[in-house]
Nanobody
Framework: QVQLVESGGGLVQAGGSLKLSCAAS????????MGWSRQAPGKQRELVAV???????NYADSVKGRFTISRDNAKNTVYLQMNSLKPEDTAVYYC?????????WGKGTLVTVSS
């Protein structure tokens, strides 16, 4: 089993920054792709950013230039640095890991951006 623990969410004013973390533990040999998705109220979950084990990252157009995904393979942890936050970034943010061909999701952390 793989357990994911997210942290770093909270309330921030527009233009502010937050950094999310997601630490994985359990029966892990190697983590392939790590990523973050988000789900705003009344909307479908959308992919925000992904990063491969080698460090190649891709972002949704809506966050390019503002968000940065990174990972620490030694700590089995993925991060999401969010800058220049906007009210439309308000959502529950979920981390997702691909481990041994299986997807694992965190329980989510709420990010609220006030205008």
């Amino acid at each position: 089993q793989v357990q994911l623990v997210e942290s770093g969410g909270g309330l921030v004013q527009a233009g502010g920054s937050l950094k999310l973390s997601c630490a994985a533990s359990g029966r892990i040999f190697s983590i392939d792709t790590m990523g973050w998705s988000r789900q705003a109220p009344g909307k479908q979950r959308e992919l925000v950013a992904v990063i491969t084990r080698g460090g190649n990252a891709n972002y949704a157009d809506s966050v390019k230039g503002r968000f940065t995904i990174s990972r620490d393979n030694a700590k089995n942890t993925v991060y999401l640095q969010m800058n220049s936050l906007k009210p439309e970034d308000t959502a529950v943010y979920y981390c997702k890991l691909l481990v041994g061909g299986m997807d694992y999701w965190g329980k989510g952390t709420l990010v609220t951006v006030s205008s």
